[in-house]
């Protein structure tokens, strides 16, 4: 496996409340886009991270399965970070976005809670992978918006499911066969929400390698204003 990173804090943002998290040797790739005042989105965020690496390395270990030991480890951190927040006023209602990729020799698993997202590009073609769980999102699968709309709804950023809001919590798990050749994008709303999918292919189809395509992806969200942090791994399979 081969992969490039970044974590930009952007044109407008005072600080960087995205993560992410990169485990070789569990393969383990993941992003989380942090909320809440006080800083509390970033310790949300890198808090879900560390705990998510340590709690699925031990149940890997242990024989648990790979999907559910990614689901049981987001849930892990969910009741951490829940329970932080509720001990200290100034992190009430904390939260965060995790999208987690797990490669177990040709499997996939992709564990969703947010609207952070993963894609595959397989033979030219770009597929999103993981489904928001936002407002717009749920306005599309009823019919009320198109995608197109979603993509400048003044209510983008609304989510309906985040780590660490709720006592209990709801992972979506997705798993497929990755083949050689395979590029996995997982990425914050920092780039989805500035450039479309069609967009995000042509960055990283036009680029020399994986460092490079980064690059590219990153310029396009600046170069759009940059409003937000901007997260993103590239993983080639």
Partial sequence: MRWAQTSDIGLIRASNEDSLCISPKTGLFAVADGMGGHQAGEVASSMALRLLERELGRR?????????????????????????????????????????????????????????????????????????????QEMVKSGGITEEQAFSHPRRNVLTRAVGTEMSLEVDLYRFQAVPGDLILVCTDGLTGYLRPEEILLAISTARDLDQAVQNLLAGALARGGPDNITMILLEC
Avoid: F
């Fill in 60 to 136: 890997l270990s242990g024989g648990v399965p790979p999907g559910e030991a990614l689901a049981d480890s987001i849930k892990e951190a969910n009741s951490a970070i829940y329970e932080l927040s509720g001990r200290n006023p100034e992190w009430a209602g904390m939260g965060t976005t995790v999208t987690a990729c797990l490669k177990q020799g040709e499997e996939l698993h992709v564990a969703q809670v947010g609207d952070s997202r993963a894609y595959l590009i397989r033979d030219g073609v770009i597929a999103r992978l993981t489904e928001d769980h936002s407002l717009v």
